[in-house]
C-alpha cells in the first residue's frame, strides 16, 4: 500500500482548517490503495520520510519565513534522508534516497507567504522530490473556496500514489 506522509505544524485556526481539508481530502473515498500517515513537525522522522512515496506539508508564515517547526524537521531529517547539495552549493537533485517522489505544500499567513514557499521550496529541491500540485497560498481569513482547494491539494497528492 502507497504511504502519503502529512507534515504539519498547525499552530493556528486557519492552518488548521487547510490540514483538516488536506486531509480530508488525502483520505477521501474514491481513493484507494493510500495510506495517510500524519506527524506534527516536530514529531516527523527520517524513518516516517523514508517509508513514505509522498509528502504533503503545511505551515503558517511566520515572519517570512516557515515555521521553526518545519524547519525543525528538515533540519533534523535532511540528511538522514538523502538530501545533499553539489560541492557548488546547489542542491544535487539526483543524490537523495527520496527523490523524484511526489509533494504538495499549502501555507497560510496573514500578510505574505512568500518568504515561507520559497525556503520550503529551496530545501525539497535538495532532496530532490517533485512538486506535483501548484503551491497553495492563503492569506487572511481560510475562506469555503480556499478548504475546497485544500481538500483538492489533499485529493491529488493521494491520487497519485494510488495503485487503481
Keep these: 500500500m502507497a504511504r502519503l506522509l502529512v507534515v504539519h505544524h498547525s499552530p493556528t485556526r486557519g492552518v488548521q482548517q487547510l490540514t483538516e481539508a488536506v486531509l480530508a481530502g488525502a483520505r477521501d473515498d474514491a481513493i484507494e490503495g493510500v495510506e495517510v500517515v500524519v506527524r506534527p513537525a516536530l514529531e516527523a522522522t527520517a524513518d516516517d520520510v523514508l517509508d513514505a512515496d509522498g509528502y504533503l506539508l503545511g505551515t503558517p508564515a511566520n515572519f517570512g519565513y516557515m515555521s521553526g517547526a518545519l524547519k525543525h524537521f528538515f533540519d533534523s531529517t535532511f540528511l538522514q534522508v538523502g538530501g545533499a547539495l553539489s560541492s557548488t552549493g546547489a542542491a544535487d537533485e539526483s543524490a537523495g534516497r527520496t527523490s523524484g517522489r511526489p509533494f504538495g505544500l499549502y501555507v497560510h499567513g496573514r500578510y505574505d507567504t512568500a ?50
Aim: avoid cysteine.
Design 115 to 164: 518568504g515561507a514557499v520559497r525556503s520550503v521550496l529551496s530545501i525539497v529541491g535538495a532532496l530532490g522530490w517533485r512538486q506535483s500540485a501548484a503551491v497553495l497560498e492563503v492569506l487572511g481569513d481560510v475562506t469555503d473556496e480556499r478548504r475546497a482547494a485544500a481538500y483538492d491539494l489533499g485529493g491529488t497528492l493521494a491520487a497519485l500514489l494510488s495503485p487503481g
